[in-house]
């Protein structure tokens, strides 16, 4: 019975986790049978090593643990910046800088002020691994049920599986763009912009800033200051759209 309970809530937590990261994506389904058999897996391995001992059982719901909240931050990091964070990503989180930087996002604020249920992900995941009170942490997940409901509806499968490993884009049959980004896939030759050779001579430095968006900045109706940046405004040649490609 502890082995049922304990793979109906993995089940529960793996399908809110899902269903709160793609809750934006209506053409996305949140979670399928792929993410029932990894929460059964894993169940019945934690059930498993614990026969082998307390000590043991503890190691195993550690992991697992560690995992499910591997996928909240996940979750987290895809509704605030829309980016998929993945397992390699959340090897290498320190989750007191991780929440120190988040945190005074607007984005994020406004998130979880819709989302605020979800900030008690974490404590679920621990009581779920306490047979005694195991209910609880169902109880927590059941009140996400408009979400999973909404989440469960949609054709497309998005299982928890790209966790692990990047998606393939998706090659679609009469694919065709966006009237305005047509001219993007016609060849064309290259031309000079207005501000072709506005700095000849100069000497240039290049700014660049991941996933700051510049309406997060106070100069552009956003919350952050940046006083050295203003400092030089009159003297900065500026591009309102511009695209870099692997940057790094």
């Keep these: 019975m502890n082995t049922l309970s304990l793979i109906f809530v993995l089940a529960l937590a793996v399908a809110v986790s899902q269903s709160v990261k793609y809750a934006e994506f209506l053409r996305v389904r949140a979670y399928g049978l792929r993410d029932f058999g990894a929460a059964a897996a894993a169940g019945l ?6 026969w082998l001992g307390t000590p043991y059982y503890l190691a195993a719901a550690l992991f697992c643990g560690f995992v499910l909240l ?11 910046f829309t980016i998929e ?8 989180v320190v989750l007191s800088e991780f929440l120190r ?8 604020r406004e998130f979880f002020r819709v989302n605020w249920l979800f900030l008690f992900f974490p404590a679920a995941i621990v009581v ?6 195991r209910f609880l942490a169902a109880l927590y997940f059941f009140g996400f049920w408009k979400v999973l409901l909404r989440a469960g509806a949609p054709p497309e499968s998005a299982a928890i599986d790209y966790f692990f490993h990047p998606r393939r884009f998706p090659a679609r049959e009469g694919f065709r763009p966006r009237p ?3 001219p993007l896939f016609q060849s064309a030759e290259p031309s000079r912009c207005p501000r072709f050779g506005a700095l000849a001579g100069a000497p240039v430095l290049l700014l ?5 968006a510049r309406d997060h900045f106070l100069r552009y109706g956003g919350e952050t200051q940046t006083p050295w940046l203003d400092s030089m405004a009159g003297n ?3 591009s309102r759209n511009h695209l870099g490609v692997a940057l790094s």
Excluded: N, Q
Excluded at 128 to 133: A, E, H, Q, R, Y
């Design 101 to 108: 930087e988040i945190v005074p996002y607007t984005r994020t």
């Design 236 to 238: 900065l040649v500026e």
């Design 208 to 212: 660049s800033f991941e996933s700051a």
């Design 45 to 50: 391995a934690v059930s498993a090593v614990g």
């Design 180 to 182: 305005e980004h047509e």
């Design 70 to 80: 591997a996928l909240w931050l996940d979750a987290i990091v895809f509704r605030v």
């Design 85 to 92: 964070l993945g397992a390699g990503g959340a090897k290498d």
């Design 128 to 133: 779920l691994f306490i047979p005694d009170i």
